[in-house]
């Protein structure tokens, strides 16, 4: 059962629907429009993605003295013929131009029955889908609600106390989430935490409050980071978000320190790799002693980003940072980015010696969701890879080629110096995503040459023809995401028995 | 033979497995489902002069989340030898890969031919089509 609501939409889609809802030059009071939504249903919030607008036709929304804002039944009939097949909701919105500067919209008596009662009878024929209504003000702040109805199982019900429009339950939204190539997180009417645990302290924030203002380090306090893998690149990232003042860290890993891992592990113990601690809980603990925001919160969260069990507590996430370096995982955040509208920034190095010599090694950090390319157009992972990752451990080998009892390399080199690149340089894109620190560093592919130590920018620019990766846009849990069983978890959970 | 609930499958599974089946016009029944792969049968299958056996049955092993990941390797029953009598390339005879099939047929005489069918057309689910005619083409193949 989600606790939370939240609203998201894509920066191209609040564009389209703005032009609408506030024409220039009109003299009508009030506008309106329809949009279809998806929902994204995670552990403790569910979000309400407001995925396409059904641009309304000359006289489909109308003003009337006294009646208000009428949209015609032709528009709703419309509507709901592409809700149904589109298997989505509706979400019915229209502006209050007078809302004072400052303040948030709120809807009149007129609006609370008039939306219930279009939502209740169009809702019929969209069985479980989300029914939303909306208010917006010129000053960009939206006050957004979600109804659901008992719909009648026998007739007798019908028009009885619990089943008649004005009886359905409403749930507000307490943040729209706009997602393009930057994060902007909107507090709505009735907000009641998440955006608003914005609480700071400005004097272990002094230096970064110097740079981005108070602003700037309450929407880092406002942030709900999802951390997939917790190794050499996660555990930095752990530490360092904490550090950097984001209000909660969603962290995800299986795997257990070991000794070999202490040459890499930020904060971790000897002690801790002899025991054989979750490298998930060590992560925990290193970012709740070095977290800066006040009301910092930690969930260690023991699973696979590729298992359909531990995927809610991803979408609880504002945005994703995966420091995990299978392909498939970053298959699964690269699907979650569109069809959730969750940003995705990834990084990962790779590094080949030989006799003492580095002889090839890059580190790359990307971005994925909408407004950015995908991670499978700019190379972050290919599906022969992908494939490879969903094989038995003991049997991965060179596809095409397989050799009996052929396996992968227990480890691959890896240095500290690099993971702490490639953890800052997630850092620096979470800032320029979220804060707009360096807006001219927000897009693309980011790569560290270590054998002549340049930084340089992948000429990847959009997704290639024939990418249906933003056609998943807004699906939510309509899609079906690349999920399955993790071998390698799976061997680690036999090893533990053992 | 287990009973598998194709159902249950992923969407984009059945929505190709559908596809598959109204090309081939075989019935292309999935008999097993083991670690994150489905083993389709797409049954016998003659071969041609290449090999001693005259036919084989045949069964994909393809990815539960295909289109985004691709099929790998076919299972073959029996284990096939070549007219001339050289190796056949890329034969795996009992692999683990080949097993889960084996099984749900009750067959001991199996092998897996390990095949990455990348240029395989897998950009939509209904691509699944081609499965069959791509592990046709492989029997095809003249070996050096």
Redesign the interface.
């Known amino acids: 059962m989600t606790s939370e609501i939240h609203a998201a939409i894509t920066k191209a889609a609040l564009g389209t629907l703005d032009a609408i809802l506030f024409p220039r030059g009109s003299i009508q009071p009030e506008h309106g429009a329809i949009m279809l939504v998806g929902a994204s249903t995670g552990q403790r919030r569910r979000t309400l993605l407001l995925r396409e607008v059904l641009a309304p036709r000359p006289g489909e929304v109308v003003w009337d003295h006294y009646a208000g804002l009428l949209f015609s039944t032709g528009y709703k009939s419309r509507a709901v013929s592409a809700a149904t097949q589109a298997q989505c909701g509706l979400a019915f919105i229209h502006t209050h131009p007078r809302t004072p500067s400052g303040a948030h919209p709120c809807p009149s008596e007129q609006d609370f029955r008039a939306d219930a009662r279009d939502l209740f009878f169009l809702g019929q024929e969209l069985l479980n889908a989300p029914l939303v209504a909306a208010v917006v003000a010129p000053n960009g702040r939206w006050s957004i609600r979600e109804y659901k109805f008992s719909l009648p199982s026998e007739s007798a019900d019908v028009g009885m106390k619990g089943y008649r429009w004005r009886d359905g339950r409403i749930g507000w939204a307490t943040a729209l989430r706009v997602v393009g190539e930057r994060l902007e997180i909107r507090p709505c009417a009735h907000a009641r935490r998440g955006v608003e645990n914005s609480a700071l302290d400005t004097q272990a924030q002094d230096s970064s409050i110097r740079l981005w203002g108070r602003d700037g380090q309450e929407r880092l306090a406002g942030l709900r980071v999802g951390l997939t893998g917790l190794g050499g690149v996660g555990g930095i990232l752990a530490e360092h978000l904490a550090r950097l003042g984001v209000g909660e860290l969603v962290m995800l890993d299986f795997d257990r320190l070991s000794v070999e891992n202490l040459n890499r592990s930020q904060g971790a113990t000897r002690s801790d790799a002899c025991m054989r601690k979750k490298k998930v809980a060590v992560g925990g603990r290193n970012a709740r002693a070095a977290a800066t925001a006040p009301r910092f919160k930690a969930t260690a969260r023991d699973g696979s980003a590729v298992e359909r069990e531990t995927i809610p507590y991803m979408l609880d996430c504002d945005i994703i940072l995966n420091g995990a370096d299978s392909p498939w995982a970053r ?1 699964v955040l690269n ?1 979650i980015a569109y069809a959730h509208m969750i940003p995705v920034i990834n990084g990962g190095t790779e590094l080949r010696g030989r006799d003492g010599v580095l002889v090839a090694g890059k580190s790359e950090v990307s971005a994925a969701g909408p407004g950015h390319p995908c991670f499978e157009c700019s190379g972050v992972y290919d ?2 890879s ?2 490879e990752a ?3 451990p003991s ?1 991965r080998g060179q ?4 050799q ?1 009892g052929t396996q992968e390399p227990v480890r691959a080199p890896s240095v500290i110096s690099n993971n702490a690149l490639v953890a800052s340089l997630m850092e620096l894109r979470l800032c320029a995503i979220t804060l707009g620190t360096t807006p001219d560093a927000v897009f693309g592919t980011q790569r560290y040459d270590s054998l002549d130590g340049t930084l340089h920018w992948a000429l990847t620019r959009a997704c290639k023809a ?1 990418c ?1 990766q933003v056609s998943l846009t807004g699906l939510g849990d309509a899609h ?1 995401l ?4 993790d ?1 390698d978890r799976q061997v680690a959970l036999e090893v533990e028995k053992k | 033979m287990p009973n598998i609930d194709e159902s249950q499958l ?3 599974f059945q929505t190709g497995l559908a596809a598959l089946r109204v090309v081939t016009d075989l019935p292309c029944v999935v008999i097993a489902i083991a ?3 489905a083993y389709i049968d797409l049954g016998e299958e003659a071969l041609g002069g290449h090999y001693k056996e005259g036919c084989a049955r045949v069964v994909a092993r393809v ?3 295909f289109p ?3 099929p ?2 076919l299972v073959v029953m029996p284990v096939l030898h070549r007219s001339d009598d050289k190796p056949v390339d ?1 034969q ?1 005879p009992g ?3 080949a097993t889960p099939a084996a099984t749900a047929l009750g067959v001991t005489d199996f092998a ?1 031919w ?3 069918w ?1 240029r395989m057309p ?3 689910p209904e691509d699944m089509a081609s499965v069959a005619e791509w592990a046709r083409k492989r029997f095809r193949q003249v070996e050096s």
């Open positions: 298959q699907h599906r022969p992908v494939t969903m094989e038995h049997l596809r095409g080629y397989l009996d024939g249906r079906f690349p999920t399955g069983t071998l | 992923p969407p984009n670690e994150n792969f990815a539960l989340t985004d990941a691709d790998y390797g890329r795996h692999h683990p890969h897996f390990s095949w990455n990348e897998r950009s939509k």
